[in-house]
């Protein structure tokens, strides 16, 4: 049974930085066709943020290229999101995803709020 757990979700001010964390049990994070960070903001519908296959080709959404990485450790088995030069319409919910065909599964989301 797959899990995804999320944390690191918090209140920060524009321009700050958060590091989003999505711990995976059940599988290894390796074995994953991709994993991704998605989010959510109020009113609008969930949109990708970033990707990572198991290979370890990632993308970005144009609107966080530069200020977002994301990253694996192999050693927690954990999905990482590090958010920089945060902006207040970073503001969402974010979600991890994994994709192991033809299965996808999702954590329970982790609340990101930015203040002007």
């Known amino acids: 049974q797959v899990q995804l757990v999320e944390s690191g979700g918090g209140l920060v001010q524009a321009g700050g930085s958060l590091t989003l964390s999505c711990a995976a049990s059940g599988r290894s994070i390796f074995s994953f066709n991709t994993m991704a960070w998605y989010r959510q903001a109020p009113g609008k519908p969930r949109e990708s943020v970033a990707g990572i296959t198991s290979g370890g080709n990632t993308n970005y959404a144009d609107s966080v290229k530069g200020r977002f990485t994301i990253s694996r450790a192999s050693a927690k088995n954990t999905l990482y999101l590090l958010m920089t030069s945060l902006k207040p319409e970073d503001t969402a919910v974010y979600y991890c995803?994994?994709?192991?065909?033809?299965?996808?599964?999702w954590g329970q989301g982790t609340q990101v709020t930015v203040s002007s």
């Open positions: 995803n994994a994709y192991y065909s033809p299965y996808a599964y």
